[in-house]
C-alpha cells in the first residue's frame, strides 16, 4: 500500500489549501479514506474521513471549513480546506481502512 499526499504550504490566514492523496496497491473504491493532522506537541487526531459510498465525517473544527472528497476513478482522495486560521498548522497525513496504511504526510503552515 501506498499513500502520496500532495498539496501543503505555506497560507495566510483566511487562505485555503487543497490537498490530494493518490493511493496504490489497494481496491481504491472499497476503502474508507481519512485525512488526519498532528500539530507540533499534540496527538495525532481526525480531520475528516468518507466512506466507499461517499459518506463524509468531518472534526468538529472542520464543520463548515473543510470538504473531503475522493475520486475512485484516480485512486485519489482530497480535502478542500477553507477559511484557515493558525490553529490549522499541521502535519496532515492521509490514511485507509481497514488496513490502517499511512502516508508520509504533507505539512500545512498557516500564517497569522
Known amino acids: 500500500v501506498q499513500l502520496v499526499e500532495s498539496g501543503g504550504g505555506l497560507v495566510q490566514a483566511g487562505g485555503s489549501l487543497r490537498l490530494s492523496c493518490a493511493a496504490s496497491?489497494?481496491?481504491?473504491?472499497?476503502?474508507?479514506m481519512g485525512w488526519y493532522r498532528q500539530a507540533p506537541g499534540k496527538q495525532r487526531e481526525l480531520v475528516a474521513a468518507i466512506t466507499s459510498w461517499g459518506s463524509t465525517n468531518y472534526a468538529d473544527f472542520a464543520k463548515g471549513r473543510f470538504t473531503i472528497s475522493r475520486d475512485n476513478t484516480k485512486n485519489t482522495v482530497y480535502l478542500q480546506m477553507d477559511n484557515l486560521n493558525a490553529d490549522d498548522t499541521a502535519v496532515y497525513y492521509c490514511?485507509?481502512?481497514?488496513?490502517?496504511?499511512w502516508g508520509q504526510g504533507t505539512q500545512v503552515t498557516v500564517s497569522s
Open positions: 496497491g489497494i481496491r481504491f473504491s472499497l476503502n474508507v
Open positions: 490514511n485507509v481502512r481497514p488496513s490502517n496504511d
